[in-house]
């Protein structure tokens, strides 16, 4: 079967930094995503991996290695508004999306 | 003003009731979707059309229909409505497969008693 494993919950500190990782085992790979929940709204998208390496896009940085089925969201200079659910979706080899049920991360002061 | 907008946001109804969700979009994208969200487990799809002519199962479509009335309009129907039914639903729509990027909707919460 397909699966997307990510932690549930993670805690951090304002001003850190923070890495939320996935890994997944699916059918085929074309590709994998991140996406921002925050609670009570609609996801947003904000990375998109298909080659292995780090893709940096301001302070979120999304690492792929699809040799061991392994993605990371990294997330510097913490903020409050970064408190939100994250979520891993990997598209198989039909190009359905396969989601993880995200990663609840909670910004202390 | 929303690029995906869903109706209504909120509707408790009780079970053997008929139940309509509708969606609609101004992005001009031709590919939509239709998800469920349950805490504690990923977003599934339920529905999803490439094109008005196009209509397609999802993962979990049982109890669930759609109907494609333009390219805009998307409508999820849940024709007797059961309490596991219970969940956040999300339209969503995209521009190519290839890129997963889908733009979603603000959801629709319905709760079935």
């Known amino acids: 079967g397909q699966n997307i494993d990510q932690p549930t919950e993670m805690t951090a500190t304002e001003g850190a930094i923070v890495q939320i990782n996935c890994t997944y085992q699916t059918s085929g790979f074309n590709g994998l995503f991140w996406y921002q929940q925050h609670a009570g709204e609609a996801p947003t998208f904000l990375s998109y991996?298909?080659l292995d390496g780090l893709e940096e896009k301001g302070r979120f940085s999304s690492f792929l290695s699809r040799s061991k089925g392994y993605s990371y969201l990294l997330l510097k200079e913490l903020q409050m508004k970064d408190s939100a659910s994250y979520l891993c979706?990997?598209?198989?080899?039909?190009?359905?999306?396969?989601w993880g049920a995200g990663t609840k991360l909670i910004i202390k002061p | 003003d929303a690029d995906v907008t869903q109706t209504p946001r909120n509707r408790i109804t009780k079970t053997g009731k008929r139940i309509m969700l509708e969606c609609s979009q101004t992005k001009g994208h031709d590919r939509m979707y239709w998800y469920r969200q349950d805490p504690g487990l990923g977003l599934r799809l339920i529905y999803y059309s490439f094109d008005v002519k196009d209509i397609n199962k999802g993962e979990i479509s049982d109890g669930y229909s759609v109907s494609r009335q333009a390219q805009a309009k998307f409508s999820l129907s849940l024709e007797s409505a059961i309490p596991n039914q219970t969940a956040l639903y999300f339209c969503?729509?995209?521009?190519?497969?290839?890129?997963?990027?889908?733009?979603f909707g603000e959801g629709s919460r319905l709760t079935v008693l």
């Open positions: 969503a729509t995209s521009e190519r497969r290839e890129t997963g990027e889908l733009f």
């Open positions: 979706a990997v598209m198989d080899s039909n190009y359905q999306l396969i």
């Open positions: 991996n298909v």
